[in-house]
């Protein structure tokens, strides 16, 4: 339409009909890389949207890996730049009623000015408000007005202008050119010499616009994208940033909704919102970003246009944003599409954006993250709690959540009074701590044992580099001075990482999630799937009983009356013995066709069980005690097969019950164990070495995998390091329980058990049984006869015969409730 003779629009633009007008839509152009499908989304909505309300729709766009440039999107595509001369020249063919700038981003909004000089009729939020939008004096002089605070700030545009504000109103200081985009050029400086720097390669740029700075606030920032009619606003949600400021928007990790800010501070955000969206005359979208700090919300910046953030917050929360956007450009209102104004409170989710980096095809960079932008992409996690989707959201996006190894660690001053809480968090997990001379100081000062790691110059053979190289460290904090500078130990370090795809973690913030989401012992195979074009409009309510069977305690679902999709996930939820309900996992009750009813067990890190002598029992009780059968002999079907459980009464109450386990399963391959058999086809007795001890173990299955020790004293054992190293030694391919016994008498041993899973517990009913298999195995006790287990949270009685193994004890109802996820 620019440069050729013919112009190749006019047949298309005779034939579209006198009565259809005509709406140009801009698109955010060939922007940064991981910038443009974001307002790719909101383009093509707003296509969609005008043509709903039977609108011809242009696209202009000149970004060939995006949906708006392809063909049969809009009425018509220009493939153009988006500059001043071609937009001028399109317009001038198309002859729109209005154009679109606010779905395009800050490419997009540029064009303002000159369209709206030559009489263009911008649709939406007028042209002399996105002006004060961007304008500090005048955006300063409207929060003025408003009684709105920001962060003191001013503009300059030389050197010396620069470091005089910035001494004027305190180190550090957050730098930025006008009309910015994605934070580039956008820097934190703490100290003159990080002023000259900057401003020598900005002014070296030959710039139009001043430089902002603004003081620095280390607080929590939220952002919200809103919807305003020029009278309402519709506040789909507010995000917070796990990171604090100082981090772009597009680097920090966003959750929603947010979870850190009291009702005071959200109500106050929502009034700032509605003054500024009423005060620019916005119609349409804008995007605001704030500070907590100290109790008190700052305005960062306001940007009267779409946000990288609209698509994630439509999908999570339902609304549809650009659709309800582009209809109030039109003059329709927010009341009259059925939404009402402030914040919007329907999603029961909690959804967490988590950025992508693509650092390793990058050479050179610095992977220190900062005001300016730097992620390629970005994942969307969404389940019920913080927790979950932030693990899904982390390992989506690449990070390798290893949960053992060496955590190295290096953080600049202003870092060592949060770090010792960070590295305690990774030494509770098991992590070993590296760390270079200063912060391993402060690491030693706090009780922390931090192994001391040279600096690259003070060591050519040992030190950070080599470390690394090493093979020992699963993740690196490192939070010392960024920079331009290639030769710096810190960018080393940095680059170091990627080469060797270790996470860099360069923010404590990030750190910090990291390590809760290594603690919540989360799996892939333990989070729900959520379909994300059929999401709940609430919460569920679910009905459960907490029972306990020998101090064996669970938590029981009754899915006869109600469906649980992610029983996995609310294992991890609620058998927490300081969070949650509280148990050693969590049983489901549910229809069965070949029994009364099928048992589903849950363990405490929701890897689910086979089988669950404990459990068994009280699920008979709950199911004579709830009406669900009218009989004291029952059959329940369990991943081990069919189990037959008889009932006891005392005074007419059942109190307990007997269950035929079976045939206790001793053939090494089906336990399994990878031994060979001995001469009976067993393994007894067995000497195996574990973790570099010799121990004697007896392996039996009943219907779970058990390893069997006998040992003098169980008391003073520490079943805390032992415990795990048989539940994930090698010879154990589906991990294993591991029962240790001191036999008391030949009806009588005493046991202390742990339970793949769950760890050390009160009671384990299959263990029980297989420790009384395995002490007729060796001689200690008799078979067919009554041998009592003497365990942490009672006594259980067990029969080994030839046809089974009858395990006999105690079923409770502790209480009953519900709870809402």
Same mark, same amino acid.
């Given at each position: 339409s620019t440069y050729d003779n013919e112009d190749e629009a006019s047949e298309f633009i005779a034939n579209r009909g006198h009565d259809r007008k005509t709406v140009i839509v801009f698109g955010s152009g060939p922007i940064r890389i991981g910038q443009g499908i974001e307002f790719d989304y909101a383009s093509v909505h707003c296509v969609w949207a005008l043509k709903e309300k039977g609108y011809d729709v242009v696209i202009v766009n000149n970004n060939p890996e995006t949906v708006s440039t392809d063909f049969d999107t809009a009425d018509r595509l220009y493939f153009e730049p988006l500059t001043d001369e071609d937009v001028m020249n399109i317009i001038r063919v198309e002859k729109p009623v209005g154009v679109v700038v606010a779905f395009g981003g800050q490419t997009a909004i540029k064009l303002t000015k000159h369209m709206a000089e030559h009489g263009v009729n911008i649709l939406g939020t007028p042209p002399d408000a996105i002006d004060a939008a961007e304008d500090r004096e005048r955006f300063d002089e409207l929060l003025e007005q408003l009684k709105i605070k920001r962060p003191q700030g001013f503009t300059v545009m030389t050197c010396d202008e620069a470091l005089e504000v910035a001494n004027k109103i305190h180190y550090p200081v957050l730098m930025r050119p006008s009309y910015v985009l994605g934070g580039q050029n956008m820097i934190i400086a703490f100290n003159d010499d990080d002023i000259k720097e900057y401003m020598a390669i900005i002014l070296d740029q030959g710039i139009e616009n001043p430089v902002l700075i603004d003081k620095y606030l280390m607080g929590t920032e939220l952002e919200i994208d809103a919807i305003c009619d020029g009278e309402d606003i519709l506040i789909p949600g507010i995000m917070e940033h796990i990171e604090r400021t100082g981090i772009h928007s597009g680097d920090s990790i966003a959750v929603y909704p947010a979870w850190n800010v009291s009702d005071s501070l959200i109500n106050r955000i929502i009034e700032c919102s509605?003054?500024?969206?009423?005060?620019?005359?916005?119609?349409g979208l804008v995007n605001i970003q704030?500070?907590?700090?100290?109790?008190?919300?700052?305005?960062?910046?306001?940007?009267?246009?779409?946000?990288?953030?609209?698509?994630?917050?439509?999908?999570?929360?339902?609304? =549809?944003? /650009?659709?309800?956007?582009?209809?109030?450009?039109?003059? %329709? @209102? !927010?009341?009259?599409?059925?939404?009402?104004? +402030?914040?919007?409170?329907?999603? =029961?989710? /909690?959804?967490?954006?988590?950025?992508?980096?693509?650092? %390793? @095809? !990058?050479?050179?960079?610095?992977?220190?993250? +900062?005001?300016?932008m730097k992620s390629t992409g970005e994942v969307l996690a969404v389940s019920n709690s913080l927790? %979950?989707? !932030?693990?899904?959201?982390?390992?989506?996006?690449g990070y390798k959540l290893g949960k053992?190894?060496?955590?190295?660690?290096?953080?600049?001053?202003?870092?060592?009074?949060?770090?010792?809480?960070t590295a305690k968090m990774f030494a509770d997990l098991g992590f070993k701590i590296y760390a270079t001379n200063g912060t391993a100081k402060v690491l030693h000062e706090h009780g922390i044992d931090a192994e001391v790691v040279a600096k690259i110059h003070e060591n050519e053979d040992n030190n950070t580099l080599t470390l690394i190289e090493s093979g020992k460290i699963a993740y690196v904090i490192s939070t010392s001075s960024k920079g331009r500078i290639p030769t710096r130990d810190s960018v080393k370090i940095r680059r170091k990482t990627v080469e060797w795809n270790i996470p860099c973690l360069t923010s404590i913030d990030t750190a910090n999630a990291i390590a809760a989401s290594i603690r919540s012992k989360y799996t892939e195979s333990t989070t729900e799937i959520v379909d994300i074009n059929n999401m709940r409009t609430e919460k569920q309510t679910f009905e459960f009983t907490k029972m306990q069977g020998c101090g064996n305690d669970y938590i029981y679902f009754n899915c006869f009356d109600q469906r649980i999709d992610n029983p996995e996930g609310l294992a991890l939820n609620l058998s927490d013995r300081h969070f949650g309900i509280g148990g050693d996992g969590v049983i489901l009750i549910c229809r069965s066709k070949v029994a009364d009813a099928k048992m589903r067990m849950f363990n405490l890190d929701g890897s689910e069980g086979k089988m669950c002598g404990n459990g068994i029992r009280c699920v008979a009780k709950f199911m004579r005690d709830n009406g669900i059968v009218d009989k004291d002999e029952m059959t329940i079907e369990t991943l081990s097969g069919i189990m037959t459980v008889s009932l006891i009464r005392h005074y007419g109450e059942v109190s307990g019950a007997t269950v035929n386990m079976g045939k206790a399963i001793?053939?090494?391959?089906?336990?399994?164990?990878?031994?060979?058999?001995?001469?009976?086809?067993?393994?007894?007795?067995?000497?195996?070495?574990?973790?570099?001890?010799?121990?004697?173990?007896?392996?039996?299955?009943?219907?779970?995998?058990?390893?069997?020790?006998?040992?003098?004293?169980?008391?003073s054992l520490d079943i805390d390091k032992v415990g795990p190293e048989f539940e994930h030694d090698k010879i154990f391919p589906e991990r294993v329980n591991a029962e240790f016994?001191?036999?008391?008498?030949?009806?009588t041993l005493k046991m202390r058990v742990w339970e793949r899973g769950s760890g050390e517990t009160w009671a384990c009913g299959t263990g029980a049984c297989a420790a009384a298999v395995a002490a007729v195995l060796n001689g200690f006790c008799k078979k067919d006869e009554e041998i009592s287990v003497i365990l942490k949270g009672g006594t259980l009685k067990i029969r080994y015969t030839d046809e089974a193994v009858y395990l006999t004890g105690d079923a409770v109802t502790v209480f009953s409730g519900h709870i809402v996820m």
């Open positions: 509605k003054k500024l969206a009423i005060a620019l005359n916005t119609k704030y500070i907590a700090y100290h109790d008190e919300i700052y305005v960062i910046e306001v940007n009267p246009r779409s946000s990288r953030t609209i698509p994630y917050i439509s999908k999570v929360t339902g609304v =549809p944003m /650009v659709d309800l956007a582009t209809k109030c450009m039109l003059g %329709e @209102k !927010l009341k009259d599409m059925g939404y009402g104004t +402030g914040l919007y409170r329907n999603s =029961p989710y /909690v959804a967490v954006k988590v950025p992508v980096f693509s650092f %390793e @095809k !990058l050479i050179g960079v610095d992977n220190h993250l +900062g005001p300016e927790e %979950e989707s !932030l693990y899904k959201g982390l390992t989506a996006a053992k190894g060496g955590v190295f660690i290096t953080v600049r001053d202003s870092d060592k009074g949060e770090i010792p809480q001793l053939a090494p391959h089906l336990v399994p164990v990878e031994l060979e058999p001995d001469e009976n086809g067993r393994v007894v007795d067995r000497k195996v070495n574990i973790a570099e001890n010799d121990y004697n173990i007896t392996c039996v299955s009943m219907g779970n995998p058990h390893a069997v020790v006998f040992m003098n004293n169980v008391d016994i001191k036999v008391i008498d030949d009806h």
